[in-house]
C-alpha cells in the first residue's frame, strides 16, 4: 500500500514561489517515476514534471519549463516542487503521483493533494 502526502501549497502573489513538499510511504511493483499533476475547476488534468526512480530523469511540461523544478531525496522517501514565478495560471489543486515513465508521466497514485492559489 503506498501513501503520498503532500504539503507546502497556499496563497502566493503573482510572480512569488512556493515549494511543494510530497512524503512517500509504502512500496508498490511496477512503477518507476515520481511527480506532480495538477487539476484547476473545471480544467482537465495537466501533468507538471516528474522524476524517472532510476536515473533521475525528468519531464516538465512545457507550461513550467525554465520556472518549476522537481527533486527528491530518496533516504526521506520525498519529492519536491520548486514553483517560482507563479503566474494565476498555475492556479490548481497540485497532486504527487507515483507512476510509470512515458514522458509525460503516467500515473496510478496519488495523494489528497495541496492548493495553490495565485493572487494577481
Known amino acids: 500500500q503506498v501513501q503520498l502526502v503532500e504539503s507546502g501549497g497556499g496563497l502566493v502573489q503573482a510572480g512569488g514561489s512556493l515549494r511543494l513538499s510530497c512524503a512517500a510511504s509504502?512500496?508498490?511493483?511496477?512503477?518507476?517515476?515520481m511527480g506532480w499533476f495538477r487539476q484547476a475547476p473545471g480544467k482537465a488534468r495537466e501533468g507538471v514534471s516528474c522524476?524517472?526512480?532510476?536515473?533521475?530523469?525528468?519531464y516538465y511540461a512545457d507550461f513550467v519549463k525554465g520556472r518549476f523544478t522537481i527533486s527528491r531525496d530518496n533516504v526521506k522517501n520525498m519529492v519536491y516542487l520548486q514553483m517560482n514565478n507563479l503566474n494565476p495560471e498555475d492556479a490548481a489543486r497540485y497532486y504527487c503521483?507515483?507512476?510509470?515513465?512515458?514522458?509525460?508521466?503516467?500515473?496510478?497514485?496519488w495523494g489528497q493533494g495541496s492548493q495553490v492559489t495565485v493572487a494577481s
Open positions: 509504502g512500496s508498490i511493483n511496477r512503477v518507476n517515476v
Open positions: 522524476m524517472s526512480d532510476s536515473d533521475g530523469s525528468t
Open positions: 503521483a507515483r507512476g510509470v515513465w512515458g514522458p509525460p508521466c503516467l500515473y496510478a497514485y
